[in-house]
């Protein structure tokens, strides 16, 4: 552990990743100070707006990076959004790895009929092209959640709100953070079979060691044995996987935004904020800033993810070492 | 080989009904009103009438019953006719765009396969070619520029993407327009003396002599195709670098070398086509990159496909043409996959032995 530690931060390439991690880090904690929040704001996370007029204007003292169509500030949406993203990948990357594991750990250790069917469902899920079945997921559910009444799926969606955003899960979920519960909900119902798939090959390959053999000879527990001797074999593949996918989960998650199913008009969300440069597709030479400020941010966010786990996967796969210190 | 082909197969009907299933399950989540534009086209608003057709649809059915119904269609009581089934390839009806969503997927999916088509060549070959130059170049430069492009490549969002090239070739330079067809070219097609065989514009301009219009056509398509394109390249070229340079340590290839083969020939007809096969298995990936970013780039780009329609239907709740395209979608993933799989086992020895 340490050792992979000393490798990641040596290695140029993921030294590029943890910086530009931190940086983003610094720019979420310190939002309130970078873009505060104008006094009567009843959300902080809404963009303020400067006048209603539709034209985007370009970048000026008051507004640094310019303002998008019905003038919401382009600097106030970057900063704020950094924290929406964030919360998005990190709780869609936890809730992904979470139910991954559990059902590959469980077929892999079981084996026999379980096994099957739980492969079976993995495959099936994987059968659905990933954007497509978010898009689907995330329309029926907004559906569903419109008509205020969602039974058992509103228990679940008070349960997300509390871990992404710390609400209280007895209290109604607010309208603007429930569409963006649909889009992350989507994405983590859809999103988790890599990690089950890959637990539960290494799983497979653990179970047959002398050790976990010995384990299971002097009569140690199935829960036991799962999570005490095989688990922690697996941990550092999950890393590498969870590393990679939060990149794509945002930027799946700012897809449904562009296509205005994600977070609300207004809502500090680097997707959302692109989806106002649709309509100016004709006259953007001259409204360049709509599009490249909030482009950037996601890109050099993803892009960070990435490099990460670029790198881990290079330092834990050991038939990749020596392969040269990534760039 | 037989058995492993048997054995794919005995799987697939699995997997088919179960796709159906879950797409099921998110059909039950909606109401029977939501649900009754499987079967008629225009949902009525009145509370009395719509009654009647809950009623006469099934729509309160248990949920396997209004499964098997959806699966093989369901009797009028009152005229006798059959409405919905989507074996019978009855997916219902759109709201969206008005008349079945088989309808308006058959006259949406040329535009898409066209394309497609038209993306396949030059994202399959430049991906490959991108990466056996990482892989001959190992550690070197060209090797690590490579590298970068691939991995901020994989970073850009598609949207991204496809908003800077169309600012740049179209806001500024006014090169490659949006759209699929310049209004003059479209009058063309739409005019009697111009037969549209396949509804493939580039095709059928050549079919009709009309270059012109073949070139409009392809005018339009290129910064689609570039977008579609370089999503793909990037993974491409780590594939194929990975699978090129576990091939180019074999010790074949120094006894190609010691025969005194000039060194391209030992890259282009020693190692390349062993390093091909893993590509081969991804050609699945390749598909679902390419239908997810189907989505975005023709709603970027205002291209009347599948995917545009999809976006346009998700964005009004229209979930009955967004399940009936997701079912669609899925189909094709599958029996590609298994087309996939197979020649995989034609092409490796090694996979049919399991």
């Known amino acids: 552990m340490k ?66 169509e019905g003038q919401y500030d382009i600097l106030y949406g970057v900063v704020w959004g950094t924290r929406t993203a964030f919360r998005i990948g990190v709780v869609i990357t936890a809730c992904t790895a979470i139910i991954g594991l559990t059902i590959g750990s469980v077929g892999a250790y079981y084996g026999g009929w379980i096994d099957d069917v739980l492969m079976r469902i993995t495959e099936i899920f994987q059968a659905f092209p990933f954007l497509l079945a978010a ?51 989507a994405i983590i119902a859809f999103g988790w079979m890599t990690y089950a798939r890959v637990i539960r090959g290494n ?119 020596g392969n040269g210190n990534g760039f | 080989m037989t058995t492993y082909i048997i054995r794919r197969l005995l799987i697939l009907p699995v997997i088919v009904v179960g796709v159906t299933m879950l797409i099921f399950a998110l059909l039950s989540m909606l109401t029977p009103y939501e649900r009754a534009s499987l079967y008629v086209s225009d949902v009525p608003k009145r509370q009395g009438s719509i009654e009647g057709i809950i009623e006469k649809y099934g729509l309160n059915d248990p949920v396997y019953v209004q499964y098997w119904h959806w699966m093989v269609g369901r009797k009028d009581p009152d005229t006798g006719e059959i ?31 066209e394309l497609a088509v038209w993306a396949a060549v030059p994202m399959i070959g430049m991906g490959i070619l991108l990466g056996v130059l990482s892989a001959v170049h190992h550690n070197r430069l060209v090797d690590q520029i490579l590298r970068v492009f691939s991995i901020v490549g994989w970073s850009i969002p598609t949207f991204v993407f496809g908003l800077i090239v169309l600012m740049v070739f179209y806001a500024k330079l006014g090169w490659f327009p949006p759209g699929r067809l310049s209004n003059w070219a479209s009058q063309v097609v739409q005019a009697d003396g111009f037969r549209q065989y396949t509804h493939l514009h580039t095709l059928d301009a050549l079919l009709n002599v009309r270059f012109d219009v073949f070139l409009d056509a392809l005018r339009h398509l290129v910064l689609p195709i570039t977008t579609l394109a370089y ?70 780009f205002n291209y009347p496909g599948m995917g545009s329609f999809l976006a346009q239907a998700a964005l009004s709740l229209d979930a009955i043409s967004v399940l009936g395209v997701t079912l669609f979608s899925s189909l094709i993933l599958v029996l590609g996959n298994l087309v996939v799989d197979v020649f995989y086992g034609f092409v490796d020895p090694r996979i049919r032995l399991e």
């Open chain 1, 3 to 68: 050792k992979t530690m000393k490798r990641l931060l040596t290695n140029t390439t993921s030294l590029t990743g943890i910086l530009l991690l931190l940086a983003f880090t610094v720019i979420a904690i310190a939002a309130p100070w970078l873009a505060p929040p104008p006094e009567n704001a009843r959300d902080p996370y809404m963009i303020p707006r400067d006048g209603f007029r539709t034209e985007p204007a370009s970048p000026s003292a008051e507004h640094p990076l310019g303002t998008t």
């Open chain 1, 135 to 185: 898009i689907t997921l995330t329309s029926v559910l907004q559906t569903i959640y419109g008509r205020g009444e969602a039974g058992p799926l509103m228990f679940l969606a008070r349960l997300l709100a509390m871990v992404t955003f710390g609400s209280n899960p007895m209290k109604d979920v607010d309208p603007v953070q429930l569409q963006i519960l649909t889009g992350m909900l």
């Open chain 1, 203 to 321: 799983i497979m390959v653990v179970r047959e060691e002398e050790y976990a053999l010995a384990a299971r000879a002097i009569g140690v527990g199935d829960f036991r044995i799962l999570t005490r001797h095989l688990l922690p074999n697996a941990v550092f593949p999950v890393l590498v996987i969870a590393s990679m996918n939060t990149g794509a989960y945002v930027l799946t998650f700012a897809a449904l935004s562009f296509l205005g199913l994600g977070a609300q008009r207004g809502y500090a969300d680097w997707g959302q904020m692109i989806n106002f440069a649709r309509n100016w597709i004709p006259s953007l030479a001259q409204h360049w800033h709509i599009v490249t400020y909030p482009g950037l941010a996601i890109v050099l966010f993803v892009l960070a993810w990435n490099l990460v786990g670029d790198a881990l996967r290079d330092i834990l796969d050991p038939r990749m070492r």
């Open chain 2, 83 to 113: 409405r919905g089934g989507i074996l019978r390839g009855e997916l219902g009806f759109s709201q969206t765009l008005g008349g079945p969503v088989l309808e308006v997927l058959r006259r949406r999916l040329p535009a898409t396969a």
């Open chain 2, 231 to 300: 999503l793909n390249w990037a993974y491409l070229l780590r594939v194929t670098r990975s699978s090129m340079l576990d091939v180019l340590r074999q010790e074949y290839l120094v006894t190609a070398r010691s025969k005194g083969l000039l060194e391209r020939i030992v890259i282009m007809r020693h190692a390349l086509p062993n390093a091909l096969i893993p590509i081969i298995t991804v050609g699945g990936l390749i598909l679902v990159g390419l239908m997810n970013g189907v989505v975005i780039t023709e709603t970027i």
